[in-house]
């Protein structure tokens, strides 16, 4: 009975009078403040940084968005995470000690979630996308795989990470009824036509493949699934803006089949260079477009297959090679 009273009470003093500890977190204009101490030494330090702004920089806080938040009641916004402060009496380490108490977590917000499935939902369910149909099966599937890797790996640090199954759910019915619309068939063989054990860093999971065979080179691969919703602080690339993988006119399949440089005929580490957007091939004020964005313009599509010189020069800003 003792223990179990112990385990209920905090290890240190958590009104003390004299415990003061101030964190300055930021990424490019976006910043954040962890005070430990009363409310009303943080409005002294909103204002003092408010007035700093104002007679330095000549920057205004805004209101809206500069805000006061209880960690251990409230959730504060950074970067799209929720920031709570963690309490867990059962939560203990190796050593038996409470491990998380006081400590700071990151949530995936459930607004966020929301939004990221309502692309793929008409009245709450899951339902296919057609504007997607006219693309290969390849296509599709890598498309729906690098849209839900981006939101997944975005939130890596997120203790609630497992909340995204939600989402994997609603785009995994999406896309199967996509390719049962494309071809005609039901959500079932669909399923069993792509069906595959995809073999990942956490050991074989159940997914779905589509593999296009190339004569003398390696397959195209597109495969859904295979991402842990485990937590994980591992730093590695992140990648939470995917290029749209197909096209419109001219499919990113066939291109990729030729195994050609559109603009100088190489046959040499045939890569595929992405746009944003096509507004930013022509923008105003930038004097004329290169060779390669004129093209692309012409087209009206946003990418484009380029071997490795051609593509370094696109990114360096010198012109590409002449065609042979």
Not at 118 to 137: N, S
Not at 150 to 160: D, K, M, P, Q, T
Not at 277 to 294: H, I, Y
Request: charged residues 30%.
């Amino acid at each position: 009975m003792l223990r179990r009273q112990m385990k209920t009470m905090p290890s240190r003093d958590p009104a003390d009078p004299g415990y003061r500890r101030l964190r300055y977190c930021r990424y490019a204009d976006d910043w954040v403040l962890g005070f430990t101490g009363p409310r009303q030494e943080a409005e002294e330090i909103k204002a003092r940084i408010g007035q700093f702004l104002r007679e330095q920089l000549k920057l205004e806080l805004s209101p809206a968005k500069t805000l006061i938040t209880h960690g251990r009641t409230q959730a504060a916004r950074f970067l799209g995470y929720e920031m709570v402060v963690m309490h867990a009496d059962d939560k203990h380490d190796h050593r038996g000690h409470r491990s998380i108490n006081a400590g700071i977590g990151l949530k995936v917000p459930a607004d966020v979630i929301r939004a990221k499935c309502a692309p793929y939902l008409h009245r709450g369910k899951p339902v296919r996308r057609t504007e997607r149909i006219v693309d290969t099966d390849f296509s599709i599937v890598a498309q729906f795989q690098s849209e839900y890797r981006g939101v997944a790996e975005y939130y890596r640090l997120a203790f609630n990470r497992h909340k995204l199954g939600r989402l994997k759910h609603v785009m995994e019915r999406s896309l199967t009824k996509t390719l049962a619309r494309k071809y005609r068939i039901s959500v079932p063989q669909v399923y069993r036509r792509y069906r595959a054990v995809l073999g990942t860093e956490h050991g074989p999971r159940r997914g779905l493949r589509v593999t296009v065979d190339r004569d003398g080179k390696p397959p195209l691969v597109a495969h859904w699934g295979g991402i842990s919703l485990a937590r994980d602080t591992t730093p590695r690339p992140l990648n939470d803006d995917p290029a749209r993988i197909w096209s419109h006119r001219s499919e990113i399949v066939q291109r990729l089949m030729a195994d050609e440089c559109e603009l100088c005929g190489s046959r040499k580490q045939v890569e595929v260079h992405h746009i944003r957007a096509l507004k930013d091939l022509n923008r105003k004020g930038k004097g004329n477009p290169p060779e390669w964005a004129r093209r692309m313009a012409a087209r009206r599509r946003k990418t484009l297959v380029v071997c490795r010189a051609c593509h370094e020069g696109i990114h360096s800003g010198s012109p590409p090679r002449q065609p042979r």
